[in-house]
């Protein structure tokens, strides 16, 4: 798949987590396989011009953690044009712009409000062009669906950014009023397909598992996916899907001592980059999701959200090893009964959408994600 000129060795990419998808996460999937395309968290333009701290730390890179999209997100066009040049100055192989939410074509005012609407289409898409113009790395965009179903504006301005020069359009086939909740709207991301003329849309949300992304892209005609959670429920997800798209073959998913080995190398790495103190914090909410299909975890999750040193990691392990081994059978497997339900996208059973606290969504408005 190409996006602009940029060749990626897979039409899978990690989508945006903050907080979750950073560096480390990054170095320990890639080796894993099957990936695309990585991207950072959001970043202001305003505070990677202003070179803030924080800013730099979300833009922590290393040679092997590429190809890497930073995403920026910013209305002042001057500013998200430097931000840019800067983002490609420091080694992005793309720029992705985080649009917010496309603006509702009717407000509630009534009246004027598809005038406003093209308004504000024709300022983002002069933003975003001033963006193409100022770097050679391709620009490309991520967005929702719209403001609400009867609001559903991305293909139109989908369709403008790629006049604007915008080389991928990513859709989260969600609108702002769903939240992370309901279920995803394959018909919406359609209607993106259709509404650009050469640009490779990719679709987003609820892939979960290697027939979750070939349905999501036999039924929408989207030309990859971009995966969020389904990276931690399954880190092998990416390359289990390229696999199960070129041969037809389904692997099946490692077992528990592999899972923890994953865990380990990123708390390893969230160590190396920001400390062990650090680290070890922000390991407290990220352990729980690792956890989420291995059965039975009540001790585990109780210890590890009070993590403080790397040390005290492989004590909680082995003392969850230890309380696990009466939901284990002879040969180490969990019983039938302490299993894991199967993962089920919510666009494949909406009479069972996926469980709300899977991993925990942002609370409040959500016009960024
Ligand atoms: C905790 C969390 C943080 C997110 N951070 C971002 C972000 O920084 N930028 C962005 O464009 N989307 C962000 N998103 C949205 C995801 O990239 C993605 O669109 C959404 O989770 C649906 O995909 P998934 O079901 O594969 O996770 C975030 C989502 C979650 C749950």
């Given at each position: 798949m190409f996006i602009g000129r940029l060749e990626l060795a897979s039409n899978l990419m990690l989508a945006p987590l903050a907080g979750y998808t950073n560096l480390p996460f990054r170095l320990v999937i890639r080796p894993l396989g099957g990936l695309g395309l990585a991207t950072t968290d959001l970043i202001n333009a305003r505070s990677l011009i202003e070179n803030k701290a924080p800013a730099l730390k979300l833009l922590e890179t290393r040679?092997?953690?590429?190809p890497l999209a930073i995403q920026l997100f910013g209305s002042n066009p001057e500013e998200m044009r430097d931000a840019a040049v800067l983002a490609e100055n420091l080694g992005a192989a793309v720029v992705d712009v985080n649009m917010g939410c496309p603006v509702p074509?009717?407000?509630?005012?009534?009246?004027?409000s598809a005038m406003m609407m093209m308004t504000e289409l024709a300022k983002t898409a002069q933003l975003v062009h001033q963006m193409v113009r100022a770097v050679k790395i391709p620009v490309t965009a991520k967005m929702r669906l719209g403001w609400d179903d009867g609001n559903l504006t991305a293909p139109e301005l989908a369709r403008a950014l790629e006049d604007a020069g915008v080389a991928a359009i990513t859709i989260h086939g969600r609108t702002r009023a769903q939240g992370f909740g309901g279920t995803v709207n394959l018909a919406g991301i359609r209607a993106v397909v259709a509404g650009v003329r050469h640009i490779p849309v990719i679709g987003n949300g609820d892939v979960t598992t290697p027939e979750s992304a070939r349905v999501m892209m036999d039924q929408t005609g989207c030309a990859g996916v971009s995966i969020g959670r389904g990276a931690f429920y399954s880190p092998w997800i990416f390359h289990h899907t390229e696999l199960y798209f070129r041969t037809g073959q389904r692997l099946p998913e490692p077992d528990w001592e592999a899972r923890v080995d994953i865990m380990r190398q990123h708390l390893d790495r969230l160590v190396e980059v920001f400390g062990e103190k650090r680290g070890c914090l922000m390991f407290r909410k990220i352990g729980p999701l690792y956890a989420?299909?291995?059965?039975?975890?009540r001790e585990f999750n109780r210890r590890i959200v009070a993590l403080s040193s790397r040390a005290e990691f492989e004590e909680i392990i082995e003392a969850y090893r230890q309380w696990r081994?009466?939901?284990?059978?002879e040969s180490g497997h969990l019983k039938p009964t302490y299993q894991p339900a199967p993962l089920r996208p919510s666009f494949l059973a909406p009479a069972e959408?996926?469980?709300?606290?899977a991993i925990p969504v942002p609370r409040g408005p959500v016009e960024f994600w």
């Open positions: 040679p092997d953690d590429q074509k009717v407000c509630k005012t009534g009246g004027g989420r299909r291995w059965g039975p975890v081994q009466p939901f284990l059978d959408p996926m469980p709300a606290a």
